[in-house]
């Protein structure tokens, strides 16, 4: 699976911005599509998964502001970041992995990493 990741930007405080993730190669169906970011020093963490069926899972810190979603015909996922702090500044990293799980992913537990798209958020 190849994934590339772009719609990153700069953005004031309370924008949006909408991330791709664009999938190639093996049946992409087979895979939960997950979004995990690195802030500057930080390890990367997970932000947001989604199974084929629609079925999402949101870090705590997203929850209500961010929207997964996924267009089968195109084999891209679509992050749409809302109300944007200047905490979710990082490098956002789209994967995917074989495991189906009800909660969180860990870095482990993707299969396939695309390359980041940065986004910064002002103050």
């Known amino acids: 699976v190849q994934l590339q990741a772009s719609g990153g930007g700069l953005v004031q405080a309370g924008g949006s911005l909408r991330l791709s993730c664009a999938a190639s190669?093996?049946?992409?169906?087979?895979?939960?599509m997950g979004w995990f970011r690195q802030a500057p020093g930080k390890e990367r963490e997970f932000v947001v998964s989604?199974?084929?069926?629609?079925?999402?899972n949101y870090a705590d810190s997203v929850k209500g502001r961010f929207i997964i979603s996924i267009d089968n015909t195109k084999n891209t996922v679509y992050l749409q970041m809302n109300t944007l702090k200047p905490e979710d500044t990082a490098v956002y990293y789209c994967?995917?992995?074989?495991?189906?799980?009800?909660?969180?992913?860990?870095?482990?537990?993707?299969?396939?990493w695309g390359k980041g798209t940065l986004v910064t958020v002002s103050s």
């Open positions: 994967g995917a992995s074989s495991r189906f799980y009800s909660g969180t992913y860990s870095l482990t537990d993707m299969d396939y």
């Open positions: 190669g093996r049946t992409f169906n087979s895979y939960v």
């Open positions: 989604i199974s084929w069926s629609g079925t999402a």
